[in-house]
């Protein structure tokens, strides 16, 4: 090479450092847009874009481009959209993941590319620990769970039934309600797991009815409470004295307003909840009610919100450097005040440590809400420590 040459290489270099630092940083959100599970992917990305017009596109100098794709809740299309958007896509953090096995099937590609994998909705304890990249603004069941595990026994539920989808989620909400409710002092009937996909509660229910619980825990994934509900209620549980409790999934507040007088009475613990009272949840309810005509947030909406939350403060941290490595350790400690309340998130497993409240299905002005009447504080996941 001649000395022009080189001179000109040189040029070119000093040129294109400051014009890559300048590049967007992608983030690529996966959702289950269409399919069962799509009001998950609608709250999340509803939430995410609000975040997105209430802070800016641009952090620390760099413009944050989101890149949509939905996988329809099927883990292989999950798994080969993040690999396309990390190869071709060049994402610097991938984001989304509706549905525990998403999430999972997800995990070595956020490993093997050293790419931040932010988890806004699948909350099975152990995906933290499938790649030291992966992040948590949602929750885990076992953390939900708790609250209302440690509430029953000690509000006059001294024998329950569980009844949880048949997954991976729901094996943690049934294994944290029965150890706990159990160490309480309660004592558990019977453990019940219906499918995930086209689940038929009728069967189910009846058993529980048969069985004279004093209570029903239940977990179902967002989206699905409003058809355990309506089957409650025709089967007579409630008339029969049977009360329904369980992670705040079941009460979904996206839903809540269609389920009707059925839901009323319903305690369950969760860590978000549309009534929460507090100014940023203020902002946050009015916010996502303007940009989607009118619907109400849900925890997978407040999470989606929350994601991007993560991304920002950590870029801001980083001083606009997306480097895996750089962001994932920027989002280590992260400490802030979400719609939720205190939110941080845990150094050692980068999962998030929240309140978990127990709140009371009540109407208030002719609406539904999860009222919420007591809390744990900085809950960190009581899965982990097994
Ligand atoms: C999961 C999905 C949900 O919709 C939910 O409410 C809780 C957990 C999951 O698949 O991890």
Known sequence: MNKHLLAAAAVFAALAGPAAAADSVKVGLILPMTG???????????????????????????????????DGGVADKTKRIAQEMVVRDQVKVLAGFGLTPLAFATAPIAEQAKVPMVVTAAATSSITEKSAYIARTSFTLPQAALGIAEWA?????????????????????EKTFVQVFQKGGGTVAESLRVPLANPDFAPFLQRVKDAKPDALFIFVPSGVGAAVMKQFQERGLADAGIKLIGTGDVVDDDILNKMGDPALGAVTSHHYSAAHDSPENRKFVAGYGKATGGNRPNFMA????????????????????????????????MAWT??????????????????????????????????????LVAVRDPGKAK
């Open 36 to 70: 069962p599970f799509a009001s998950t992917g609608r709250a999340i990305e509803a939430a995410a874009r609000l975040y997105m017009a209430e802070h800016g596109d641009t952090v620390a100098g760099r413009k944050i481009e989101l890149k949509l794709e939905d």
């Open 302 to 333: 407040v999470a989606g919100y929350d994601g991007m939350h993560l991304i920002y403060a950590a870029l801001a941290k980083t001083g606009g450097d997306a480097d895996g490595d750089k962001l994932i350790a920027a989002m280590k400690g």
């Open 338 to 375: 979400s719609p939720r309340g205190p939110v941080s998130i845990d150094p050692e497993t980068r999962d998030i440590v929240q309140d978990v409240y127990i709140r009371r299905v009540e109407k208030k002005d002719g609406e539904l809400w999860n009222v919420e009447f007591d809390k």
């Open 153 to 173: 026994p000690k509000n006059g539920i001294k024998s329950a039934v569980t009844l949880v989808s048949d997954y991976a989620p729901g094996v943690d909400a």
